[in-house]
């Protein structure tokens, strides 16, 4: 049992049970007829308690109560191996009546169990070292360790530049005019820094800015070449690629006649959107530009992105669309 524990119950439940009472009998020291009484270790006192327990239960005679009254002493001294302690029975005698055992019964389960329980919530010596060096060992006590070598420069240094800033400002508090030219110059110090700061970061924007490309590019074939490719492409059986390279061509010969304008980041819907009336009057005459247009977008889309089956009749009828954007062809 922890020698600590058992002590401080002990004057508790002492004190606890007397209440209000005084006198020699409740104090932490026996009086003069204690001190021949019978002296207790944990054990023993544990066992006298077990036997008045099992006295009391049921319904004890009037004889038998007298009897239990004359053998409990004014105080039972236990002791420990730090000290000799005594603890009151008036509480059990008060409880001891003719009518009813029920309080000093209940008194005596009370002590009982409070011991018993301390004794086993005890914690051994022996375990208790491994116990806290686990602990230590866990999250959050990582910088619990002795200070080693570089800890102590590092302490050392800290404290030499905490007692060099103190002399410093202490002498500057003694001239307020140097203080004042201090404080101006670290302020200018601080705006100037800023203002560097907001300058590069501007600089380095304005270089980004300069070196991004162009959001359109100039296309490198004409109409003319991508209806090349488009036949060349359908000689050697890729009706894919032809159709692919026929919808270009529509695209490239709108671009030229100023129905789009040069950029190729838009999406074949967007240029179907985009698209505007013919320049000149002798194309106007001819069949809309929306819906060849249209027609090639829905044929390019379903074979090129969706991967469907392309076959010469529709090679053949995108032709027949740029035709109708006016691309003459031979």
Known sequence: MKPCVFPILLVLCGAICCGASAGPQSAGVSGPQSATAKIYNVTSFVAELHRLDIALQGKPSAAKIEELRKSVPAAWNVSTSEHTYSISTKPLCDGLSAS????????????????????????????????????????????????????????????????????????????????????????????????????????????????KPASSAVPTRTWQDWIRAARQAATRGDFREAVHSAYWAGIARLEETGALTRDRTKTPREYLRLVKAPRSAAVDSRESYKEPLAALTSRMERIWYAKREARPEDFSDSLRQLEALGCPLE
């Open 100 to 211: 009813s055992t029920v309080k000093a019964e209940t008194w005596v389960e009370q002590l009982e169990v409070e011991i018993e329980s301390a004794q086993g919530n005890a914690t051994n010596p022996a375990s208790a070292r491994p116990e806290l060096n686990k602990i230590l060992a866990g999250p959050g006590f990582e910088g619990a360790h002795p200070l080693n070598a570089l800890d102590l420069f590092r302490e050392r240094v800290a404290a030499w530049l905490g007692r060099l800033f103190l002399r410093l400002f202490e002498n500057i508090s003694r001239h307020p005019m140097g203080a004042e030219f201090l404080f101006w110059l670290l302020l200018i110090a601080g705006v100037a820094f800023v203002a560097l700061c907001v300058f590069r970061s501007l600089s380095r924007g304005s270089d980004r800015n300069s070196f």
